[in-house]
């Protein structure tokens, strides 16, 4: 990945910081991507539901684990939409929360393709962390 893929990625995944966290290993930061990948968009399915469920206890559930595994995977901005939401379920206010769903989905889109542009490892979710 050249320098000026990098920072075009920067707003989305902090590839610096995610390296950083598994000491310089890229085929790891792979590894780790690809499994956030598949768990996220598990995840991601079930907050819907659980969103139009009007469930917050769940909400706030799924919120907090994507909130978690965004800030692994050095991923702030979804990490602050899933923050954005869990903070809104646990305070049963779930009137704003489709709306901040659709912008995290939003961000999930531009995360992948952030991530399909940092190597192959990250295209192949099968691959265990």
């Known amino acids: 990945m050249n320098l000026q893929t990098q920072d075009q990625m ?3 995944l902090d590839v610096e910081d ?6 310089g290993n890229v085929e790891f930061a792979q590894r780790i991507l690809a499994k956030f990948e598949q768990r996220c ?6 907050l ?3 969103v139009f469920g009007s469930d917050s206890e769940s909400v706030a559930r799924l919120a907090h684990r994507l909130k978690g595994a965004s800030a692994n995977a050095s991923a ?3 990490q602050k939409h899933a923050s954005e939401i869990e903070r809104a379920a ?4 779930l009137d704003g929360v489709p709306a901040s769903l659709e912008s995290l989905k939003e961000e999930w889109k531009r995360f ?3 991530v399909s542009q940092f190597g192959p490892a ?8």
């Open 90 to 93: 646990r305070n049963r206010s």
């Open 18 to 23: 995610l390296l950083a966290r598994c000491l």
């Open 76 to 78: 702030s901005r979804l």
């Open 48 to 50: 819907e539901k659980a």
């Open 112 to 114: 992948r393709q952030a």
């Open 41 to 46: 968009d598990e995840d991601l399915e079930e």
């Open 10 to 12: 920067a707003d989305v």
């Open 122 to 129: 990250a295209e192949r979710p099968e691959q265990s962390a």
